[in-house]
């Protein structure tokens, strides 16, 4: 299996533009979380899927965040529009029900300019 | 809000020796908690968990667990300079899937 992928692995924009992130998850896991890392806070749980459907997403800072997974196979993530202190990395992690381990994709690198 | 802490450190042991990373929790109604090790660049990988009170040893590794003083630790053994790696902590309640990380503690393992 090739893991959770992630698109792209660095994405550099200008304030103000719209970016999307994509994740893969692993076929057959029916969780997918997607998750924030910066050095001051760490890592985030932002919003997670269970069966494609957002369980809890109390954790997307603002209505510029938004998180789609339109089937089991295919999630995103944009924000519109981006800031500055949006840089950070963002992870896409996936795990099947009860399973003890959510694996974790490479990560997006954004940096906002 | 449901908080996990860790020291940042970093945490500096000489190659051979034991390392102690501790983490702290303030969510009563957590049952599963986590050690994930990050390497620079790169992203978190499961390492260790533990759900009942006391310790669970795998290999070098031994998670140690005690609720009531909602206190985690990870000991490294025969640490080797691979291990040097930011070490997370992580809490999960009953019944919920999601992870509640800490910020990590940074290892240092000087040969």
């Known amino acids: 299996d090739a893991g959770v992928i992630q698109s792209p692995r660095h994405e550099v924009t200008e304030m103000g533009q719209e970016v999307t992130l994509r994740c893969k998850p692993i076929?057959?896991?029916?969780?997918l979380f997607w998750y924030r890392q910066t050095m001051m806070r760490g890592l985030e749980l932002l919003i997670y899927?269970?069966?494609?459907?957002?369980?809890?997403d109390s954790g997307m800072p603002e209505d510029r965040f938004s998180a789609k997974m339109p089937n089991a196979s295919f999630s995103t993530l944009k924000i519109q529009p981006s800031e500055p202190r949006d840089s950070a990395v963002y992870f896409c992690?996936?795990?099947?029900?009860?399973?003890?381990?959510?694996?974790f994709g490479q990560g997006t690198r954004l940096t906002v300019v | 809000q449901k908080e996990v802490e860790q020291n940042s450190g970093p945490l500096s042991v000489p190659e051979g020796a034991i390392a102690s990373l501790n983490c702290t929790y303030s969510?009563?109604?957590?049952?599963?908690f986590f050690w994930y090790r990050q390497y620079s660049g790169k992203s978190p990988e499961l390492i260790m968990f533990?759900?009942?009170?006391g310790d669970k040893e795998d290999g070098r590794f031994t998670a140690q667990l005690n609720k009531a003083s909602q206190y985690v630790s990870l000991l490294i053994r025969d640490s080797q300079p691979s291990d040097s790696a930011t070490y997370l902590c992580?809490?999960?309640?009953?019944?919920?899937?999601?992870?509640?990380f800490g910020t990590g503690t940074r290892l240092l393992v000087s040969p």
């Open positions: 992690a996936s795990s099947f029900g009860g399973a003890i381990e959510a694996f």
């Open positions: 076929s057959g896991h029916d969780y």
């Open positions: 899927f269970n069966n494609n459907v957002p369980i809890d």
């Open positions: 969510d009563r109604g957590s049952q599963s």
């Open positions: 533990i759900y009942s009170n």
């Open positions: 992580a809490v999960k309640e009953a019944g919920f899937q999601k992870l509640v």
